[in-house]
């Protein structure tokens, strides 16, 4: 699937900033047989005094940009075109839990995607007792593990819903959960420390989503979404698996991934501090625009 991707995230200042340093993971990825980035562009408006480009430990591309001049208002956009390969299979041959403990006890790896990383808390997961007693009232010691993972993320979608105006960015997971009511960071943290707590290896994926308007209605411009949902490793044979708890599906050629992790701390969006005073307002613009195969 091929998708023309357009995002603008606006932030702008009531008293000046004098200078500011900002960490981007925004582009799509290039990720060899899921999904390719054929031509993307990131721009920064006004222009940074400093811009260096390079990979975090979890392989995904990071752009860190530096102010030192006074400034009252920050632009990102990027333009990007992305062919989307990967579809979730059906096909099931995931070792039931105990099976899977003894997988990951055999291995020996710590590259980037072992999933030695992933099983411990994390800066935005703890692994709390409420979650741990929620998943074993879902989970059974006899299911596989994608078995595991698709009915927790159901029973998720089930009990809990989605809120923009329940958290913020810092809500943390438990109380989010307490309140069943959230964002798709929240669904997705939630369901990661769940997964972790029943020992399976479970991270964050940060991205767009493609969004299809009601039947009748056009496709409102800028109305697509960054989107976050989760990736468990499910055995050997199978490896990582992607899954959506917010719209609880497996996820597929409409989420298009732009970092990995294991939570929200370490791929998030744009992260900064600046030497200024006073609040900020932003404004955020997506397109994931569909295209027709050349």
């Known amino acids: ?10 932030y702008k200042y009531p008293r000046a900033a004098a200078a500011g ?17 054929i031509a993307g562009n990131l721009s920064i408006t006004p222009r940074p005094e400093e811009r260096i480009e390079k990979k975090d430990f979890f392989e995904n591309a990071v752009t860190d940009v530096a102010y030192r001049k006074s400034h009252k208002e920050i632009a990102f956009a990027i333009q990007a075109r992305v062919e989307r390969t990967a579809e979730a299979l059906d096909l099931d041959i995931s070792p ?3 099976g899977l403990r003894d997988e990951i006890t055999g291995l020996h790896s710590v590259s980037p995607a072992s999933p030695v990383h992933f099983l411990g808390p994390s800066p935005r997961v703890a692994l709390e007792p409420i979650f741990s007693d929620y998943a074993r009232k879902v989970v059974s010691a006899d299911m596989t593990a994608i078995s595991a993972v698709v009915a927790l993320g159901l029973a998720l979608h089930e009990d809990m ?3 923009a105006d329940a958290t913020t960015v810092d809500t943390l997971p ?8 959230g ?10 420390a769940c997964l972790r707590c029943i020992g399976i290896p479970a991270g964050y994926v940060s991205g767009y989503l493609r969004t299809i308007p009601p039947k009748g209605k056009p496709r409102l411009e800028g109305a697509d979404a960054m989107h976050a949902w989760i990736r468990a490793w499910c055995g050997i044979e199978i490896g990582w698996i992607e899954y959506d708890p917010t719209n609880a599906v497996r996820a597929g050629l409409d989420h298009i991934v732009v970092a990995r992790a294991r939570d929200y701390s370490d791929i998030a969006p744009i992260k900064g501090v600046m030497r200024t005073s006073g609040g900020q307002t932003s404004e955020q613009l997506v397109d994931v625009i569909p295209l027709e195969k050349v």
Request: net charge positive; proline share 6%.
């Open 96 to 98: 039931p839990l105990t």
């Open 174 to 181: 438990a109380d989010a959960f307490r309140k069943r009511h």
């Open 21 to 37: 340093r900002h960490c981007l993971r925004l582009l799509p990825a290039d990720l060899p047989g899921e999904q390719r980035l």
């Open 161 to 163: 819903r989605f809120d």
């Open 1 to 10: 699937m091929l998708y023309d991707i357009g995002l603008k995230i606006t």
């Open 183 to 192: 964002v798709c960071q929240d669904f997705s943290h939630i369901m990661i």
